[in-house]
T-cell receptor, first 111, second 113 residues
Framework: SQELEQSPQSLIVQEGKNLTINCTSS?????LYWYKQKYGEGLIFLMMLQKGGEEKSHEKITAKLDEKKQQSSLHITASQPSHAGIYLCGAGHQAGTALIFGKGTTLSVSS | NAGVTQTPKFQVLKTGQSMTLQCAQDMNHEYMSWYRQDPGMGLRLIHY???????DQGEVPNGYNVSRSTTEDFPLRLLSAAPSQTSVYFC????????????FGQGTRLTVV
């Protein structure tokens, strides 16, 4: 069973629109990571959340962690073509255990 | 500070051949792991290690071996390559503990023909 579920799987938005990507864990979270990947390239670290209620921002991207729901959301404001790519959430579920990832959300931004 | 270095960047193998993908980090990270990335599948964990001499299986370990003789290196061995192992492979490292960033290598694109 998939321990980290991302939704939606893919998303097409018009430039300038806002969007949200969700990541839900079936187990207690021990750190939640967001990465971005351009097709065929490596992973770019966006941000990491640890505590319930924590919210972090990087340029026009904001991520929040709801520890009770074991869920994180990534929100992009006023999307641009440069935001296009694959967004991956990753999490640890216990100290000293592996970092696992969801299946990713592919974002396309049309101009 | 080189971070996480993966070699080679590209590799073509024939079915049945063996090879080793190299991963090295210079940040003294205890945790290292290998993932494969296939379209629509995200990053799937192959093997991971929480320190020298300690390794464990991930979600898709079959056909792969690992060892961790030093903190710095975590090679991934393909024993007898199969077309199903055609993928992009990523190595990652981080300090153990909550709240530490995971660093990734640039990936190895492997094709098995």
């Amino acid at each position: 069973s998939q321990e980290l579920e991302q939704s939606p799987q893919s998303l097409i938005v018009q430039e300038g629109k806002n969007l949200t990507i969700n990541c839900t864990s079936s187990k207690t979270l021990y750190g939640l990571y967001w990465y971005k990947q351009k097709y065929g390239e490596g992973l770019i670290f966006l941000m990491m959340l640890q505590k319930g209620g924590e919210e972090k921002s990087h340029e026009k991207i904001t991520a929040k962690l709801d520890e009770k729901k074991q869920q994180s959301s990534l929100h992009i404001t006023a999307s641009q073509p440069s935001h296009a790519g694959i967004y991956l959430c990753g999490a640890g579920h216990q100290a000293g255990t592996a970092l696992i990832f969801g299946k990713g959300t592919t974002l396309s931004v049309s101009s | 500070n080189a971070g996480v270095t993966q070699t080679p960047k590209f590799q073509v193998l024939k079915t049945g051949q063996s090879m080793t993908l190299q991963c090295a980090q210079d940040m003294n990270h205890e945790y290292m792991s290998w993932y494969r990335q296939d379209p629509g599948m995200g990053l799937r964990l192959i093997h991971y290690s929480v320190g020298a001499g300690i390794t464990d299986q991930g979600e898709v370990p079959n056909g792969y071996n690992v060892s961790r003789s030093t903190t710095e290196d975590f090679p991934l061995r393909l024993l007898s390559a199969a077309p199903s192992q055609t993928s992009v492979y990523f190595c990652a490292s981080k300090l153990l503990g909550q709240g530490t960033e995971a660093f990734f290598g640039q990936g190895t694109r492997l094709t098995v023909v």
